[in-house]
């Protein structure tokens, strides 16, 4: 029989995505068996964490603070958009370095299957911030799935009349990708979004 | 494919069973009710990986046993594996050369078998969604990035689904446009395999039937759009009564394909032998098609053949089957005349089969 104090680390771990019971298991005798300052290191990074980080209250991204760096950094280009379906997808394109325009962050995509409606993402608040912050592009960066691609449509149709230019991140191969490795599905799209060649 | 040799292990009615066969002709010869038609649908779960009688696994596992095993090996362009099909009570698994198989639509997507069945004709007869599902079956080996096409098609109807139930026509114009890129994904294709059966179909028809009556296969598309804009100007437009409906009354999955024999028109007017002998020649065009396009030998599983078709029918079967390469399994309570001689034969008896002598 466990110890119910190291049951119990083994069930909140075993909450966590893609860890089963076996690596729950693992992972909680790994930290047991630890000094004790390394655990208890852990345990105050998770509860800084849980304290400090929220949703900012513009783009609705990841933020320690009311309002995140990227918001109140004045640098950036406040006439462009990106648009994303989570707040990791931020930092995903901030690591490219390529984009240096605001964010807004939706919180999902649509998906009626599985009961997620506009009204459930930040669509509103996407329509109020493009008119009061007077964006010119909008750059929709949804996944390249199926609800990605639904949400996509569904705010390319919301700008239709507006004067706002809306953009949709290209599909394809990704760069330094192999062919032989590549699923046909991505390569059908690459295929379809061919672009005349001129080095 | 070629099966050479299958083993079952509470099976239906078959407690234990290994059995070898050639790479041809061969017939399963017994009264009814022992085990020749249980027999073929184990040979039809080695390429479908699901039976076509039943979509439960509980019927398939023997009475008071909690699992089946279905072994064989199998040849495919010269290499030679080996499989394991596990059937539990609420879920199968699959072995392929040992690794389990992680993906059984790549497996389908590989491997048919052709089937001739009473029960499997009577639903093609009658129920459109049945002819679907088996030329979307065909279509999925034959056609590039078909079966890819056809998931993403029925995720799009299930979202759109959704929302007519829920009244949201507002908001159905994303998923109209992505059923409307779609659609020709899985009309186009359709209408290929059509037009190319049609030019076999003739053949096989006057061989089989004696009659100087042309045989076709119609396709009716339900939306045949020029291109993914029309496709979407017609779903836009039938947005609100498809809302009144509550469900998508547009699309591929309304298609239907009917049989025509001059002017007589599909399961009202044609006779059971008619339709009968229209089927096979449908088969076995199909057959020719695997051939041609992927290089393909399905397996013919053909399951109470006889019956229903006259001698002269019988005599010209004999002659299409000896000269095809196919692995083919043919069950009945007696071979015809035509047939004497031919193939290997197995004679089955209350779920036991033995390699019967060539006179029976």
Redesign the interface.
């Known amino acids: 029989m466990l110890p119910p104090s190291l049951l119990k680390l083994i069930e909140e771990l075993a909450k966590l995505p893609s860890v089963g019971q076996k690596s729950a298991r693992r992972l909680a005798f790994y930290l047991v068996s630890q000094p004790n300052d390394q655990p208890l290191a852990l345990a105050r990074a998770l509860e800084e964490a849980a304290h400090n980080l929220g949703q900012c209250e513009c783009c609705f991204g990841l933020s320690q603070g009311p309002v995140c760096e990227l918001c109140q950094d004045p640098r950036r280009n406040q006439e462009q958009m990106c648009v994303v379906e989570e707040g990791r997808n931020v930092f995903s394109i901030e690591a490219s370095h390529v984009f240096q325009g605001l964010y807004h962050v939706l919180g999902g995509s ?4 599985s009961g997620i ?2 009204e459930d993402l930040k669509i509103a608040e996407l329509e109020r911030r493009v008119l009061e912050l007077g964006i010119k592009e909008i750059i929709i960066a949804t996944n390249p799935d ?1 609800e990605g ?6 705010l390319t ?1 919301l700008f239709k009349q507006s004067p706002v230019k809306v953009s949709r991140i290209a599909r394809g191969m990704p760069s330094g990708g192999d062919l032989e490795f590549t699923d ?2 991505t390569l ?1 799209r690459a295929f379809e979004g061919r672009q005349p060649f001129d080095p | 494919m070629v099966i050479p040799n299958l083993g079952l292990s509470d099976f239906r009615n078959y407690k234990r069973l290994e059995i070898e066969f050639g790479p041809r002709l061969h017939f399963l010869v017994g009264p009814n009710g022992m085990g020749k038609t249980n027999l073929l649908e184990a040979l039809y779960l080695c390429t479908h990986l699901k039976s076509y009688r039943s979509a439960k696994l509980n019927p398939l596992i023997k009475q008071g046993e909690h699992r089946s095993l279905i072994d064989f090996h199998f040849e495919d362009r010269q290499v030679r594996h080996l499989a394991r099909i596990e059937l539990l009570k609420q879920n199968k698994r699959v072995f392929l050369d040992q690794k389990p198989l992680r993906l059984s639509s790549d497996y389908i997507q590989r491997f048919f078998s052709i089937l001739f069945a009473p029960d499997q004709l009577a639903h093609f007869k009658e129920f459109p969604g049945q002819r679907r599902a088996f030329f979307d079956r065909a279509l999925s080996i034959l056609e590039p990035n078909y079966f890819a096409h056809l998931k993403e098609f029925e995720r799009i109807k299930a979202n759109k689904t959704q929302l007519l139930r829920q009244g949201r026509l507002a908001e159905l114009g994303p998923w109209n446009k992505l059923m409307a890129h779609c659609i020709p994904n899985l009309v186009l294709p359709r209408a290929r395999l059509v037009d190319e059966l049609n030019q076999k179909l003739g053949g096989y028809f006057s061989r089989f039937s004696k009659k100087g009556v042309p045989l076709f296969l119609i396709y009716r598309p339900d939306l045949n759009p020029r291109d993914p804009d029309e496709a979407l100007t017609l779903l836009t437009q039938k947005a609100p009564a498809e809302l009144a409906q509550g469900f998508c009354t547009l699309g591929p999955h309304k298609d239907n394909y009917q049989v025509t024999m001059g002017q007589k028109m599909d399961r009202v007017e044609l006779s059971q032998g008619e339709y009968r002998t229209a089927f096979l020649s449908l088969l076995f065009g199909l057959n020719e098609i695997f051939g041609t396009r992927c290089q393909i030998r399905p397996l013919l599983l053909l399951d109470d053949l006889f019956s229903e078709l006259d001698k002269e029918v019988v005599k010209a079967l004999f002659g299409h089957l000896e000269e095809l390469d196919n692995q083919i399994f043919i069950t009945g309570t007696d071979i015809p005349q035509a047939f004497q001689g031919a193939g290997k034969r197995y004679f089955v008896l209350d779920g036991t089969v033995e390699a019967a002598p060539l006179t029976i």
């Open positions: 649509i998906s009626p299957l409606y506009p199926l691609e639904a949400t996509a449509h569904y149709d046909a599905a059908a």
